[in-house]
Antibody, heavy 116, light 108 residues
Framework: EVQLVESGGGLIQPGGSLRLYCATS????????MTWVRQAPGKGLEWVSVIYRSGSTYYVDSVEGRFTISRDTSENMLYLQMNSLRVEDTAVYYC??????????WGQGTLVTVSS | EIVMTQSPATLSVSPGERVTLSCRASQSVRYYLAWYQQKPGQAPRLLIYSASTRATGVPARFSGSGSETEFTLTISSLQSEDFAIYYC??????????FGQGTKVEIK
C-alpha cells in the first residue's frame, strides 16, 4: 500500500521560506513521477511541480524561481523548498505520485498559511 | 499552457440519476486525461486515466470517454457517496499539467 505523509506546513510571513517534506512508503521515489499539488482555501486544485524519474524538474509559472522540488532516494523522501513566499501561496499542499504522468496516490496534505 | 474548462460548475441531482460531466481542453491533449473525485476534507482520488480507463477499485458506474479536446465523465446511477467535486486534469506532453476548475455534484 502506498502512503505519502506530508509535514512542514505552518504559518509564515510574506517573504519567508518554508520546506515541505513528504515521507513515502510502498513506492520508490526514483521510480515514480513525484508531484506537488496545492489547493487554496475553498478553491480548486493547482498543479505546482513535478520531478521525473530522470530527475528533471518542472514548475508552474507562478512558483518558477521561488520553489524547488527535490528528492532523497536513500530516504525515499520528497521535498518542496519554498522561498519568497507570497500571500497567494496560502494553500493545502499535497504530495502525490504516479507510475505514469497521472496521479494515482495522494497524501493528506499540509497547510501553508502566508500572512503577516 | 493548456486551459481545462469544466461544465457545469454545479450539478444538482437526485440519487439514482445518470450524471454527465464535461471537460474541454484549449488544445488537443490526445487521450492524456484523468478524472479525480474529492470529498470535503479529503485528498483527491483517481477515478479515470487515459480518458477512459478506470483506476483500481473504482466502481463500474463511473466511465470516461472522449479524446483530443472533449471529454466526459459519466456516473450511470448516482449513489449517496458520489456527492463530491470532480476535477479533470491533462497530462499531455510537457508540464504544467493543469486541472479544470471542478464540477460540484450536490444533492437536489
Amino acid at each position: 500500500e502506498v502512503q505519502l505523509v506530508e509535514s512542514g506546513g505552518g504559518l509564515i510571513q510574506p517573504g519567508g521560506s518554508l520546506r515541505l517534506y513528504c515521507a513515502t512508503s510502498g513506492i520508490t521515489v526514483s521510480n515514480n513521477y513525484m508531484t506537488w499539488v496545492r489547493q487554496a482555501p475553498g478553491k480548486g486544485l493547482e498543479w505546482v511541480s513535478v520531478i521525473y524519474r530522470s530527475g528533471s524538474t518542472y514548475y508552474v509559472d507562478s512558483v518558477e524561481g521561488r520553489f524547488t522540488i527535490s528528492r532523497d532516494t536513500s530516504e525515499n523522501m520528497l521535498y518542496l523548498q519554498m522561498n519568497s513566499l507570497r500571500v497567494e501561496d496560502t494553500a493545502v499542499y499535497y504530495c502525490a505520485s504516479g507510475a505514469d504522468y497521472y496521479i494515482d496516490s495522494w497524501g493528506q496534505g499540509t497547510l501553508v498559511t502566508v500572512s503577516s | 499552457e493548456i486551459v481545462m474548462t469544466q461544465s457545469p460548475a454545479t450539478l444538482s441531482v437526485s440519487p439514482g440519476e445518470r450524471v454527465t460531466l464535461s471537460c474541454r481542453a484549449s488544445q488537443s491533449v490526445r487521450y492524456y486525461l484523468a478524472w479525480y473525485q474529492q470529498k470535503p476534507g479529503q485528498a483527491p482520488r483517481l477515478l479515470i486515466y487515459s480518458a477512459s480507463t478506470r483506476a483500481t477499485g473504482v466502481p463500474a458506474r463511473f466511465s470516461g470517454s472522449g479524446s483530443e479536446t472533449e471529454f466526459t465523465l459519466t456516473i450511470s446511477s448516482l449513489q449517496s457517496e458520489d456527492f463530491a467535486i470532480y476535477y479533470c486534469q491533462h497530462y499531455n506532453s510537457w508540464p504544467p499539467w493543469t486541472f479544470g476548475q471542478g464540477t460540484k455534484v450536490e444533492i437536489k
